[in-house]
């Protein structure tokens, strides 16, 4: 459920993160695009507005806490947006067993020491 009351700093700019709790968040449009906090606040030539009347490529009608997955990439200018807690995918290869004997040295470099 996307938050569709976009919340600012007290400088008016749009967050790129919560308070409390620091997770990362993006920005949606109206035409479902997905924008970095920095494109929603205009910069990188972005013309990211609140205005009823903004084109719907440009209209932001939410924010959202990336939570988990892939990072998302804004439609503007192609930066990512890390989720909170990772890609569980890229994590697989730890639980399925094919980590080869380097990967899971590196990952518990306990078990290996004596």
Known sequence: MFR???TREPDGTL???TWPGGYPLYYLCADGGTLCPACANGENGSEASEAA?????????????HWEGPPL???H????VESAYGDPDARRGETDGTLDEAERRALHPEEYES
């Open 77 to 80: 200018c192609g930066a990512a």
């Open 15 to 17: 967050p790129a993160f």
């Open 4 to 6: 569709t009351i976009l």
């Open 53 to 65: 009347d903004a084109p719907a490529d440009w209209r932001l009608v939410a924010q959202d806490v």
């Open 73 to 75: 990439s804004c439609d």
